[in-house]
């Protein structure tokens, strides 16, 4: 009978081990399933990334100029982050002239890759003198340099004010009283981007063409293949269009677009002539 009871107690604690067993077993089996494989960790972009454009989609780059402007620029922000779209900021280093103004600069360079901080010049062009600016290369270039340094931005990519002016590894397109400043910017490494279409602005800063046309001309240069490079649209306007009241047109603008399956908002360092031969 002892010895009965004797076996008993030791088939009891076998079973135990073994059940004890099993269950760490599973607990590590099910711990190691959790673990993400290395392949599946996502890529982290940063400024001046390439990445794989779709052949069969529509690229738009959204680019504002002339900032940091509040209330525009913020307000531009605002309906970019809740529509859920990138954007580019040329902005000018002698706009950042406040606490608050470097503060809206540090959230554009800080939010990437929903929105790309770019080189819009430190004096706007010697505060709109384009004539003497493009005259005098050497000084547009340090002008430029200061800008790149005061905004601390992350690429490269400027766009010269007052100028259509491309330039994008090595080729120069645009006017002739840019061509010297274009060749000094492609020697020191720079791409400079012109536009393809224009939000316009009359007196007091206010927004010329409405959301629905605005839109449609979207839609006309992707139709007439009428874009500096293909499948792709670059759109400039201006942060200070886009005080309070005329917030809601650029929501709408934005909402018109997205409608479209084709399309996709880009930031301008994915322009595909940016990328080439990266």
């Not at 209330?71 to 606490?99: D, L, W, Y």
């Not at 608050?100 to 004096?123: G, K, M, W």
């Not at 290369?137 to 010269?160: F, G």
């Amino acid at each position: 009978m002892a010895m009965n009871n004797l076996l008993a107690k030791a088939a009891l604690s076998l079973s135990v081990v073994a059940l004890l067993a099993s269950c760490k077993g599973e607990g590590a089996k099910d711990k190691k399933a959790d673990k993400p494989a290395k392949d599946s960790v996502a890529q982290v972009l940063t400024p001046g990334s390439s990445i794989k454009l779709d052949p069969a989609k529509k690229y738009i780059y959204i680019t504002w100029d002339d900032g940091p402007q509040p209330p525009g620029t913020t307000n531009c922000e605002e309906v970019f982050r809740e529509e859920g779209i990138k954007a580019t900021f040329f902005m000018v280093g002698m706009h950042q002239f406040s606490p608050s103004r470097e503060r809206i600069v540090d959230t554009i360079r800080n939010s990437y890759p929903q929105f790309l901080l770019a080189n819009h010049s430190h004096s706007h062009g010697f505060r709109d003198h384009y004539k003497e600016f493009y005259a005098h290369p050497d000084s547009a270039m340090q002008d430029i340099y200061q800008a790149e340094k005061e905004l601390k931005v992350p690429v490269k990519i400027v766009r010269l004010p007052g100028m259509n002016s491309w330039v994008e590894n090595g080729k120069i397109k645009g006017p002739q009283s840019s061509l010297e400043v274009c060749k000094r910017l492609g020697s020191a490494g720079y791409n400079a981007v012109g536009w393809d279409l224009e939000w316009r602005f009359g007196k007091r800063s206010v927004p010329i063409q409405g959301a629905e046309q605005m839109a449609q001309e979207v839609n006309d240069m992707f139709a007439n293949q009428n874009t500096y490079a293909a499948n792709s649209v670059v759109i400039l306007a201006h942060d200070r269009m886009f005080r309070d009241q005329y917030k809601d047109s650029l929501r709408k603008f934005i909402q018109i677009l997205k409608q479209n399956p084709d399309y996709v908002f880009e930031t301008i360092d994915h322009y595909p002539l940016i990328q080439k031969g990266k």
